[in-house]
């Protein structure tokens, strides 16, 4: 990696000086996926379906109308419960680049459900900000090993 840090620091510094900050103030890029979690029926859901817990399977098309309708007559659904669940954003990484969530989904985006970026800020950050500084101002180099400026 220390080979390799020269030009990355050089890449990093060209895509922070050029790149689209999507209108954010001192932007720091995040990869979210979307994640589905099961949730009270009653405070608020993207959907309800029926899901089958010893053969960890959600119903068919068929088999949920089947459902539905033993359940509408009070009848027993078997092992078939009806859950209600919601998408939510779930947090991947976090780049100092767009490119840099760019690289992270083509080796890792197969993995994630419904992958995107997102840019956010890192206002009043100091750390951050000063790194995100020093960088676009290529005051970071590698020397026998040791990052200095």
């Known amino acids: 990696m220390s ?3 020269p030009e990355l620091l050089q890449r990093m510094q060209h895509s922070l000086n050029t790149q689209d900050g999507r209108y ?11 994640c589905e979690i099961v949730v009270d029926a009653d405070y608020g859901y993207d959907r309800i379906h029926w899901w089958h817990p010893e053969n960890q399977v959600e119903a068919s098309e068929c ?3 089947r459902l ?4 509408s007559y ?3 659904t078997g092992e078939w419960v009806k859950i209600a669940t919601r998408e939510i954003d779930h947090f991947e990484t976090a780049c100092f680049t767009e490119q840099g969530c760019k690289d992270f989904l083509e080796i890792q985006g197969h993995n994630l459900r419904k992958p995107f970026i997102y840019a956010t800020s890192l206002f009043r950050n100091r ?6 500084e020093a960088l676009m101002a290529g005051q970071l180099s590698s020397v026998n090993g040791e990052v200095a400026e």
């Open 3 to 5: 080979q390799q840090l």
């Open 24 to 34: 954010t103030a001192d932007p720091f890029y995040c990869v979210f996926s979307k």
């Open 63 to 65: 088999t949920a109308r």
């Open 68 to 71: 539905d309708l033993l359940e």
């Open 74 to 76: 009070g009848r027993e």
């Open 127 to 132: 750390e951050m900000l000063a790194l995100r």
